[in-house]
C-alpha cells in the first residue's frame, strides 16, 4: 500500500488505521526479517529493493488468488474441470463416442480424460483416486470404498465371420463352442473360476485361444478369421452386427453382462464429476430405452 500511495499518511488512511499504527507494524516486520523495507532518510519513505520485491510478489499472488477463486467456482457450480473416466474393453465400444458428444453439448468446458483397460487395473485406479468414475462389469475384487451403480444388463453371445463352420450348425452348448479357436480380451479370475466350476472348462488351458488387449482389435481378428469365434455382450458387436461382418452364432449362453456405474465413496464429491455421471446415467436411459 505503502509502494502504491507513495506515502505512509496516505497508506495509513487507505487502511483505515493510524499513522503511528502503521509505523509501529513496518517496524515489527522490519525486526522479523532483519532488514530496512523503507530509507526514512531526508523525511521520506522511500521503499527498499526489498520492499519493491515483496509488493511485486503480493500483487501476483493476489491475481493468482483471485483466479483461483474464480476456478474454484466454476468447479463448484460443475461447470468446468478435468473428468478421469474408466471404461472397460466391452462398453468402451459403444459408450466412448455417445459420451464425448453428450459433453461437448451438455459440458462444453468439461475436459475427459479416457481410460481403457482390464477392469481389475481400472478398479485399482478408481481406488487409489486416479480414477473418478468407472463404467464397466464387476471387478473380481470390488473395495469397501467403491460404489457400485447398475446400469445395463446384456445377453452375451458368440459371434463369428459369416461363413464360419458353426454358423450352419450351432453347438448346443458352451462346451462345444469350445471346440473352435476362441479369440477374448482379458478375462477376470471370477469368469475363469466359473467356467471351470460349472463346465469343467478351463479357459486359460485351450490351444489356439487368441487374446487381445484391445477390444476393436479383437473384433477385427474375429471378423478377418475364418475359424475364431468370441463372445461378448451382443451391445459391443452392435456395428459389425448391422453391417454384416459378424454373425450371431445361435447358441444360448447361460450367463449376462452387467454394467455398473463405479465411483469411490471416499473421493471429495466435485460437482463437475456429477455432472459428468449424470450424463452417463442419461445414455445408458437412452441405451435401455432403445433395447426395448
Do not use: W
Request: glycine share 6%; proline share 7%.
Amino acid at each position: 500500500m505503502i509502494c502504491e500511495t507513495g506515502s505512509l499518511r496516505k497508506a495509513a488512511e487507505a487502511l483505515g488505521i493510524t499513522q503511528p499504527t502503521l509505523s509501529t507494524r513496518i517496524a515489527r516486520l522490519e525486526d522479523q526479517l532483519g532488514a530496512p523495507l523503507f530509507d526514512r532518510t531526508h523525511g521520506r519513505s522511500r521503499p527498499t529493493d526489498l520492499a519493491l520485491f515483496i509488493a511485486r510478489r503480493t500483487v501476483a499472488m493476489a491475481d493468482e488468488a483471485d483466479q483461483l477463486s474464480r476456478e474454484v467456482t466454476r468447479l463448484c457450480a460443475g461447470k468446468e474441470g478435468m473428468v478421469r473416466i474408466g471404461l472397460g474393453p466391452a462398453i468402451s465400444r459403444v459408450l466412448v463416442g455417445r459420451l464425448v458428444a453428450s459433453i461437448k453439448t451438455r459440458g462444453p468446458q468439461i475436459s475427459l480424460q479416457l481410460v481403457s483397460g482390464p477392469v481389475h487395473q481400472l478398479a485399482d485406479s478408481l481406488f487409489r483416486r486416479d480414477l473418478d468414475v468407472l463404467v464397466c462389469e464387476a471387478p473380481d475384487v470390488k473395495p469397501a470404498a467403491l460404489n457400485m451403480e447398475p446400469m445395463l444388463e446384456s445377453a452375451m453371445v458368440a459371434v463369428a465371420r459369416p461363413g464360419h463352420p458353426m454358423c450352419g450348425a450351432p453347438p448346443a452348448d458352451l462346451a462345444g463352442l469350445l471346440h473352435y479357436p476362441i479369440a477374448t480380451s482379458y478375462v477376470g479370475k471370477k469368469l475363469l473360476d466359473y467356467l471351470r466350476d460349472a463346465f469343467g472348462i478351463d479357459l486359460d488351458a485351450l490351444a489356439e485361444r487368441v487374446i487381445c488387449s484391445d477390444y476393436d482389435m479383437l473384433v477385427r481378428v474375429v471378423a478377418a478369421s475364418p475359424m475364431l469365434f468370441t463372445v461378448g455382450p451382443r451391445f459391443s458387436f452392435a456395428p459389425e452386427l448391422d453391417a454384416g461382418t459378424l454373425t450371431v452364432i445361435d447358441t444360448a449362453l447361460p450367463f449376462k453382462h452387467n454394467v455398473y456405474v463405479h465411483t469411490n465413496r471416499d473421493a471429495y464429491p466435485l460437482p463437475v464429476v456429477n455432472t459428468a455421471q449424470e450424463i452417463i446415467r442419461q445414455i445408458f436411459a437412452e441405451m435401455r430405452a432403445a433395447a426395448g
